[in-house]
């Protein structure tokens, strides 16, 4: 005869495998009316077939880990809101944010000696204790291992001027902290200010390609010599620098806009269309908006129709233009003399900078509306830092673009101020994250 216990101990071992028998008899049922009631199975292409097996693969996976954890914690929950919600980055403000960045600006290698503000002594470095707050969300940190795994098997491409080789070298600068990169190609000049153009990285734990291409017109050009104070800019055809290797690239950055503001002659064809600050030649005056935007159509109009009807597709996004902050004159003290972020309604984007914003958003537009033919082949976003970077006059090297510039005479030495390219770490690193939480939402990556 069995005992209390026993008997409690056996009845509960039977309730328990009828209701494990009761679960399963019930899962049976559903998936038994799922398959015959809900969607003929006879209408199913190869293709539904694959997205409905990821969604069984999706829910089965998302259902076990509900079951081992009561609620995710609340990093992971933000994320996931993020990626299924959008997000307006472009307006926020800059809150403190004492974590700091995730990589050392004296120990990663990557960063060009211009922007490496902490060895070329910088004193003060509370530019690093900020991060971007848009109103409506929040940016996850940069988490270096889910941007790899979104990208394993991919190249990833920066096509510009020196904001773009700012964005890249802040980029493999963050990697590197989980994952080791092979420089796998470098190209340098004699220009001591815009070194290593064209820069190509590995990371073999991912099978991960990165490249830097120097292009700052993004089209044919010719720059400026001793003898020739202007650029020549030819709009009939891409750089082939970078325009040659398009069909080995998944996703392609764009970062142009300063080069323009400086002086070019613009070429068409067989015909001139003029000219931009060339004074004493025998061209008209035409600005450089029109040109800029007519630029900006030719690039993206060539890269939707070349790799538009490819297997893979690919993904372009447009790094929005970012303001300058000078206060005086290059080469004199307290030039950019910012130590801390503008509080946000004490600067406004306004004039250039928000006419080459709105040329860069109008024509990554156009160039949605020349991509839906291809569906989901060709994903083009903006990636708008105008606002934000407008608000961190903080975070350019100014003096510090050379090594200790006042060891020897003090601050009455003139030096060459740069307030426009960024220290790294600094302000460039947010750009990455947006890029990141950007990437989370295309479905084709």
């Known amino acids: 005869m069995l005992s209390t216990d026993q008997f409690k101990e056996q009845s509960f071992s039977i309730a328990k495998k009828l209701l494990s028998w009761a679960s399963f008899a019930l899962l049976s049922l559903a998936l038994f009316t799922l398959y015959f009631f809900t969607i003929p199975s006879s209408h199913f292409t190869a293709e539904e077939l694959l997205l409905n097996s990821s969604i069984i693969s999706t829910t089965t996976t998302i259902n076990s880990s509900s079951s081992s954890s009561s609620s995710p914690p609340p990093r992971e929950e933000e994320e996931r809101a993020n990626v299924q919600t959008t997000c307006d980055y472009s307006n926020g403000t800059w809150v403190p944010d004492k974590m700091g960045p995730l990589y050392n600006g004296t120990s990663c290698g990557t960063i060009s000696d211009a922007q490496n503000c902490m060895s070329h002594g910088r004193p003060d470095l509370g530019y690093l204790d900020w991060r971007w707050k848009p109103h409506q969300c929040n940016i996850p940190r940069f988490e270096p291992q889910t941007f790899l795994q979104i990208l394993r098997n991919k190249h990833l491409a920066f096509v510009g001027d020196t904001m773009s080789r700012n964005q890249v070298e802040s980029l493999i600068c963050m990697l590197a902290t989980v994952s080791t990169p092979r420089l796998l190609y470098s190209y340098s000049d004699n220009d001591k200010y815009i070194q290593q153009k064209f820069r190509r990285w590995y990371f073999p734990s991912h099978n991960v390609s990165i490249s830097a291409y120097w292009s700052p017109f993004l089209v044919q050009a010719i720059g400026k010599t001793d003898s020739v104070n202007y650029s020549r800019v030819y709009l009939d055809s891409l750089d082939e620098r970078w325009a040659s290797y398009l069909d080995l690239m998944d996703i392609i950055v764009l970062s142009p806009g300063h080069w323009f503001l400086q002086p070019a002659v613009y070429f068409d064809g067989n015909s001139t269309l003029g000219c931009h600050m060339c004074t004493g030649q025998n061209y008209d005056e035409v600005g450089f908006y029109d040109v800029f935007g007519k630029i900006l159509k030719i690039t993206l109009d060539t890269i939707v129709e070349s790799r538009g009807g490819s297997t893979n597709g690919i993904g372009v996004i447009m790094t929005t233009f970012s303001p300058q902050h000078f206060e005086g004159e290059q080469d004199e003290f307290g030039a950019c003399p910012k130590t801390r972020p503008f509080e946000e309604g004490e600067k406004q984007v306004e004039g250039m900078d928000a006419e080459l914003r709105r040329i860069e958003v109008e024509e990554i537009e156009a160039a949605k509306e020349n991509a839906k033919k291809f569906g989901k082949r060709v994903r083009l976003e903006v990636l708008d830092v105008t606002k934000l970077s407008l608000l ?54």
């Open 392 to 445: 961190r006059g903080d975070g350019h090297p100014g003096p510090y673009l050379l090594a200790n510039p006042f060891a020897n005479n003090g601050t009455d030495k003139r030096v060459q101020d740069d307030c426009v390219n960024w220290c790294l770490p600094g302000p460039v690193d947010t750009w990455n994250e947006i890029l990141l939480d950007l990437m989370k939402r295309w479905d084709f990556c």
